[in-house]
């Protein structure tokens, strides 16, 4: 139940974020979003997986957002929080070096497309029957999601941030590899002298 609370109040941000932009008549935060190879777009590193353009680019990156978020609170507890801030960092990161000029990128949906990445190659670098089965599972339910939105070509999406959320989903499936959330938990301790 904790998990649930957890992801929920997450999504909760996003929507309290949304709707507060409303009340700032002067200020509109979407505005700062990543600008590519902007310094003034730099701040939307961090900020951009917080801010949507209207109520259904919301509500498109809430719902998977909750589950994927969900999923990783269930079985990578101990990294989730590592992992969620190298999706934002990296992902931001790239998109502001290599993303065209005079673009806004807002949106969750890099942060999404981290964990689906994160997700799909733990499965693969860490070879375990619960591992490889999770990555079965999110493949079969984002694996279209994941192929389409990489690609360029959508109207207003930003397939640059889809593709590197992804990738950088996958380095941190890789940096933590060798994490085992049960590693310490079920482990005695021994001297040695």
């Known amino acids: 139940m904790k998990k649930i609370t957890l ?18 008549i002067n200020v509109d935060f979407r505005n700062y979003g990543i600008h590519p190879r902007s310094i003034d777009g730099l701040i939307g590193i961090i900020t951009s997986p917080f801010l949507h353009g209207n109520r259904a680019h919301l509500i498109s990156n809430s719902i998977p957002l909750f589950f994927l978020l969900l999923t990783i609170l269930s079985f990578y507890e101990e990294i989730w929080i590592p992992v969620t ?46 591992t490889l089965l999770i990555s079965i ?23 640059q941030g889809h593709l590197f959320g992804a990738i950088a989903g996958v380095l941190s499936a890789w940096i933590y590899r060798n994490n085992n959330n049960n590693n310490n938990k079920n482990k005695k301790e021994i001297d040695s002298y």
């Open 85 to 130: 801030i190298y999706s934002i960092l990296l992902g931001g990161f790239a998109v502001w070096l290599f993303a065209g000029g005079n673009e806004n990128h807002i949106g969750a949906s890099g942060v999404i497309f981290s964990y689906i990445g994160f997700l799909l190659a733990s499965g693969i670098f860490r070879m375990s029957f619960k």
């Open 137 to 159: 599972i999110i493949f079969f339910a984002y694996g279209g999601s994941l192929l389409q939105g990489v690609l360029p070509g959508q109207q207003g999406i930003s397939w």
């Open 7 to 24: 992801s929920f109040r997450i999504v909760a941000v996003l929507w309290i974020i949304f709707i507060a932009n409303y009340f700032f």
